[in-house]
């Protein structure tokens, strides 16, 4: 496995969680990484995104509450979630990107925020 992802759970709403990817297994050097996520019948959906030079972008819904942050040395990804919702429940899936485009994902990790 190239990208392996863990830190999913249930959570209260309100709760915080942090999520990691290690992608200490891929052959690939990875420009950008980042979270998806896909809940029950929608499409899967951009979370967070850093790239080698630590820029970020967040989807609208969670910004202020998410923080993505890497670690270039250890070819790791993390994304804080704090304040989570009801509707931040879902699959979320680690995926990195190459220079050339060469995309690879992470299995998911599910998140389920309910109280």
């Known amino acids: 496995v190239q990208l392996q992802a863990s830190g999913g759970g249930l959570v209260q709403p309100g709760g915080s969680l942090r999520l990691s990817c290690d992608a200490s297994?891929?052959?690939?050097?990875?420009?950008?990484m980042g979270w998806y996520r896909q809940a029950p019948g929608k499409q899967r959906e951009l979370v967070a995104s850093i790239s080698s030079s630590g820029s970020t972008t967040y989807a609208d819904s969670v910004k202020g509450r998410f923080t993505i942050s890497r670690d270039n040395a250890k070819n790791t990804v993390w994304l804080q979630m704090n304040s989570l919702k009801p509707d931040d429940t879902g699959v979320y899936y680690c995926q990195g990107r190459t220079i050339t485009l060469i995309t690879i994902w992470g299995q998911g990790t599910l998140v389920t925020v309910s109280s």
């Open positions: 297994g891929s052959r690939f050097t990875l420009n950008i």
